[in-house]
Structure formats: C-alpha cells, structure tokens
C-alpha cells in the first residue's frame, strides 16, 4: 500500500513545528521514491504521510553497488528490500590526505546510513553523514520499526494546538 | 590498385556504416537551450546521459514459494535465505536448504569466495533459467535441481539471523502491502 504524501498547509516558518523535520525519519527505500518536494526548497526538504515534513532519513539495508569516484566521493545503493536508493559519502580533507582511514562499505554489508536528502541530476539521493555496519537482526527490527512509523505517518497530520 | 584500396576502406566511405552518433551539432543543441556554453563542458542530449545502474530491489521471498511456483518467479530479483548445503567450485553453484525447500544458486558474479556448508546465507538476484551445464551436479543435489536457479548478484552470511523474527516481519510487510 503506497503511503499517500500530502503537501503541508502550514507555513514554512511553522515547519520546525514538526518534531519529524529535526531527526532523520525511520522511512523505507520505497517510500523515498514517493516523496512529494516542498517548495520552494524542493531539492532538500519533502513532504511525506499526513503533511509531515522530512529533511533527513535513516536508513537500513544491504550495499548492492559500492563506485568509488578518485578520492573525493563513494557511491553506494543500498536495498532493504522494498528498493533501492543511492548514498554519496563526500570524503573529507582529512581521509583525501590519507586514503587509509577512509572506511568503505563492500558489497553485502548490512548498513544503517543517515544523512539528508538532495535531488541530483533528477535523481533523489542520500548525502550521508553517519554510516555503521548493522547485524542482520537489526534489519528485521527495522523493518518492524518502519512499519509502525509508516502508520503513524499515515494516520497523524502535522497540526498544532491552534488549528 | 592500392590507391583504389584505400579510397574503399577511407574513413569517409566507410562512415555510412558505423552506428550513427547521436551527438546534436552544438549550434541546434545551442538554439535548442536558449544559452551559450562553454567550450570545456560537453553538450549533451538525452541519450548522452550518465549511465545509471536501475538496480532493482531485491524482494525478500521463502524458498518453499519458489519451490511452490516457479514459473510464477522467473525474472524476479529476489532475496533468498537458508542454509548452504552444499557447493560445486566447477560450476560454481551452491545449493541452499531452508526447511524442506532448496534452490541452486549460481554464484558466477560473486568472484572467489569460501563458502562453508551448515552456514546461514543470503543472496540477492535474479530468478532465472537453468544453466545449460548441469551434468556436474551430484545426484543427491539433482533431487532439489529446478527448471529455474537464482543468479546471485550479492551473498552474504548471516550467521545469527533469527529466522522466526525474520519470518514475522516479512509477514508483517506483507499484510501492509509493502512487499
């Protein structure tokens, strides 16, 4: 069942209103692709669910690709089974000036990725900010974590008090 | 004579024949935008674009369901759990368990890997015919052989995984419609 992402009626100064816009939403893979863009800043925030607005994600899955473009980027796309999603790790000056700290992910690891959303060449993205290696257990809890959040977002709008 | 040879095989008689290129001259594509460019970035037209791996996800099944339906399963990129039976290195294919259920999987496009039986597995790939070359396969393994194998993309052990829980959530995501 797709979830049905309505744009928010609020304001954009009211957006931090919403406890979902500061930490990076529990989503599925496929539910990303689903994301309708906020204006006017519609390449870094989206609206998901009941109005609720979304700027960062976390999310749990296996890496299927690993590209590593010279030193200043890796790509990755991860699956979690419900799709696939591609997650950029700029390098920082630190890992270009030594390639031996820099962690990369292989193909078959199970992740856990935060970062923020961005739209590049058309194409939604992770730019990702935290990575770690999960045990397998931790997806099927994911999962189940995701589902509950999913009816959550679904269900409750993002309203205040006032209206 | 070879004069003639050389105006035959000449880049600008055999042009016709290659395959067309489907770079716009620089002046449509110009006009086309509406902008200058400059020199050092290359104009592009739609076919031009960065090759992008469309990775399909790979649904999480039960071998027993692929067991159950085959035909149902062809072409699917699937998720596939259970336990290494065993594995041919001459045809590099493995035979996964999971209950009554068994699937060869052909681990072509993993490269060199160890694999030990009695150890917990997960591939993802595509649901796909048969190897034509099977005739290495034991006897005992022909027995779980199918008209079709998994062609695994991605393997990994998963050692640990409680399958009970495992089981629940895939359930789970399928009474809400998401797998």
């Known amino acids: 069942m797709n979830l049905e992402n309505r744009p928010c009626t609020r304001p954009q100064t009211e957006w931090g209103l919403d406890p979902l816009f500061w930490v990076p939403a529990k989503l599925f893979n496929g539910d990303l692709t689903r994301l309708v863009s906020a204006e006017p800043l519609s390449s870094t925030v989206f609206y998901i669910g009941n109005q609720h607005v979304i700027k960062a994600v976390e999310l749990v899955g296996i890496v299927v690709s690993v590209e590593r473009r010279a030193l200043k980027m890796i790509y990755y796309q991860i699956d979690d089974g419900t799709g696939v999603i591609s997650c950029v790790h700029f390098t920082t000056p630190t890992e270009q000036a030594e390639p031996d700290t820099l962690e990369c992910y292989r193909i078959g690891d199970s992740v856990c990725v935060r970062g923020r959303l961005a739209v590049y060449r058309g194409q939604l993205e992770v730019i990702i900010r935290e990575c770690e290696i999960v045990d397998p257990n931790q997806e099927s809890l994911a999962w189940i974590e995701r589902l509950s959040i999913r009816k959550f977002l679904a269900s409750s709008p993002f309203a205040t008090s006032t209206q | ?179």
């Open chain 2, 1 to 179: 004579m070879f004069g003639f040879l050389r105006t035959a095989f000449s880049t600008k008689i055999l042009r016709p024949f290659t395959a067309p290129h489907h770079h716009q001259p620089a002046a449509v594509a110009e006009a086309a935008r509406g902008m200058k460019v400059r020199s050092s970035v290359k104009l592009m037209c739609d076919k031009c674009s960065f090759v992008h791996m469309d990775l399909v996800a790979g649904k999480p099944v039960f071998l027993e369901e692929i067991v159950a339906s085959e035909s149902a399963f062809n072409g699917q990129s699937v998720r596939v759990t259970g336990t290494l039976h065993s594995y041919s290195p001459a045809l590099e294919s493995a035979v996964l368990v999971e209950g009554q259920s068994a699937l060869i999987v052909d681990t072509k496009l993993l490269g060199v890997v160890k694999y030990h039986v009695g150890q917990t597995y997960q591939f993802i790939g595509v649901l796909g015919p048969a190897a034509a070359a099977s005739s290495g396969i034991d006897d005992d393994d022909m027995l779980c052989a199918r008209t079709i194998w998994l062609h695994a993309r991605v393997g990994r052990v998963v050692d640990g995984l409680d399958m009970a829980v495992y089981r629940r959530a895939i359930t789970e995501l399928r009474a809400a419609s998401i797998l």
